[in-house]
């Protein structure tokens, strides 16, 4: 997604203007995208321990829409891993507006 993720210690972040080529309804951000990019930086926060993860399972949480042009922030966090398995957490804020999406995912580990 070519997006600058920085992290560690099972934590990621970045930031990004929310494009206008993905809409769903005009001027908004499709759901599908705010999806691929929660799904992304939880990703990233496995990696950050050294780990590669695949997406098993995840679950969105739309809170509101997200215009097109808003500065957005994407959260990930690992919050558990038990076997081939981990655990995540994310969340994709709108400047000045908080909290728009909430996700949970479960990542299947990269054996090596």
């Known amino acids: 997604m ?3 993720f920085k992290g560690s210690n ?4 970045a930031e990004l203007v929310s494009p206008s080529g993905f809409e ?5 951000l499709h759901g599908g995208m ?3 990019l929660l799904d992304e930086v939880m990703a990233k ?10 997406t098993a399972r995840l679950e969105i949480r739309y809170r509101s829409p997200i ?7 994407l959260r ?14 994310g969340e994709l804020i709108v400047e000045g507006e908080g909290v728009v999406a909430q996700a949970e995912g479960k990542y299947i580990l990269k054996t090596r």
């Open 2 to 4: 070519k997006l600058d």
């Open 10 to 13: 099972g934590y990621a972040e």
């Open 24 to 28: 769903g309804y005009e001027g908004q």
């Open 34 to 36: 705010t999806a691929a």
């Open 45 to 54: 926060a496995v990696s950050t321990r050294g780990e590669e993860a695949m």
């Open 67 to 73: 215009k097109n042009r808003k500065r957005l922030k």
């Open 76 to 89: 990930g966090e690992m919050v558990g891993k038990r076997g081939r398995f981990c655990w995540t957490k």
